[in-house]
DNA sequence: AGAAATTGCGTGCGCGTGCACGCAAATAAA
DNA sequence: TTTATTTGCGTGCACGCGCACGCAATTTCT
């Protein structure tokens, strides 16, 4: 609690207290402009002794300086993904735009590595004091981060990261874990003797797989716990809801015994219809994030459980550590967010 | 994206366009003295056309108007549950801080209801602008809300809440539906026959049940939908770890066959040493919220899963929120917050 | 030794608001 | 008509800080 006796300290009780000017106390807080050795070491106890810390709203008034951001991530659809990540990204804009943090979107087609090129060019354009991105295009993106290690540009990843670049930041799921998780939730009722894991056909130009590591760690935790389990891979078009029907029936009719669906990919969505249409109370579904569509499908029974996380907090989070660690010019105490991975279902859906 | 054309508008701007000076457009914007109702137009057109919003750095800078926010919560010890609450109100009061927002806190004794009456009047002496705190006594909760009501003071519930009151926001947990969610955890692998639910010797002077609606919550699950099974009920004395030992021994030789284990309160922790001398691969034990011991013990494998939020989240959450309100002059968009309920295993506990 | 450059430091102004003071015009009272 | 009162409105100052200007003292160069 703050000393009613002693009011909060400004410049100028530095400054007096340290018996020189207050442009002086400025060029030692900033190190801006000379300084006799004598005078900095007086004006630096003066402010330990009155604990001295700027008044962030005179500073931010007087300063006048913005921070911009740029921010590189694929395109969306309403609802989808990426679309939530975004939202977080402007509802944390919103709350830093106060301390003059601003933001730049720039969104790329997945499927084509020339529009991450060209907006990863328009995103340097805007020179920014910070740039995030997630990491599609590997080697792309690999070099893109060396260019920014040569401007002394900070980036931050999000959602996915390159271990061997600079960043400055990571915020996102251990993708590997989460597929454990899936895997573990999926088996957690009866031991599975056959797993249907459905997985989204993609056409050949997207050489990208950013779903590996959470297959992996879902087939993975599904063979070291249940090696006489079988994991059928099933394939839809993700743009084709009528075949994917079709796909579905066939595969079901040829594996009757499967009680067990899972999918790595954010789309169990996908699968609602299918579902409907062939209930099966003994039926465990697994899938990921929190899309709108997902938490109507556990609403209504059709899924059993979602790993995910606050998909929106993840950037909202990133972005305000992001800004705060820019303007402070001081590193964030941690590099890697592998944040919280929730379970959601019917159970603890209602106030998500 | 701000239109570079048109920097951030001033009360300068706002008074030119309304052709009056910026004292008038002071007056219309916050109800100051009189203004011809001519004026009052152009300058709310102005206002309009212009976007204009004031600058919350100069504005803050030039008011120097503090919030002063009063929390009446239990004493705690380092890692309880209250202790969590108040991390929560420390991390948002930092935050807020540079808008103008201190704290103050009252820790009052939950067995002693003078302590409350206690602390409630030094938190009156206080003159905060608004009130936090949750609900043990009722009786006295109701009166003293009366008197915050009269005073035209307003308040806020965290954890529970009295609902025939007049608080302004609330964030907690539905204690019902977590009863359930730990009910359905508890239930999930395979349907019990016997249930423990263990629970707290209470000395007669605490008149307050704070865990009953959950308790609730858990026993009309598992009588809903398992009406064969048995709940048997065991108090332990939270202060004596030698006699709860023996309390556990006895009960548990006495009932061989169960398998199932509850615990309504945050203490399950209290349970490990027993647990860890009595290994059961079979045995499923299901507890409530996060605080550091309770978290080993699931990372150790004694506890299978805990019912939990994030509780410093939802004290930060809370007082953003409330001091948002405060300041704004405007009521918060909603007023309960049943915050959501996470599910902890030893899946997902790393990076919660 | 005188001119030139460098070092150290004080001061003034502006950032955009909030608020109080006080002036002029309009109205009411004498 | 003169004086008192009210209404409407403009202006000045302070908030605490960042920054640039410029002066004086010291050092370096011719």
Known sequence: MQNSNHPIPTVYDVAERAGVSRGTVDRVLYQRGRVSEQSRQKVLRAVEELQYKPNSNASRLARKKEYLFSCIIPQFNEGEYWGEI???????????SERGVRLRLHFYDQTDVKSFLAESNAALDDKPCGIIMNAVFRDEVTLFSQQLDELGLPYAFIDNKIDETHYALYYGVDPYKSGELGAWLLSLRFPPKEIALVRLLRDSSQRADPNRPRRHGFTDYINKHFPDCTVHTVFIDPKDSCSTQKTLEKFFAEHPGIRHIGMTNSRIYLLEKYLSKHPDPERIVVGFDDLRKNLDCVKKGYVSALVTRHIPEQSKLL?????????SRRAPKR???YVHMDILTRMNLDNY
């Open 86 to 96: 975004n939202n977080g990204f402007l509802e944390a804009a919103a709350l830093l």
């Open 335 to 337: 590099r890697d967010h």
């Open 319 to 327: 972005l305000t550590d992001f800004a705060e660690s820019v303007i």
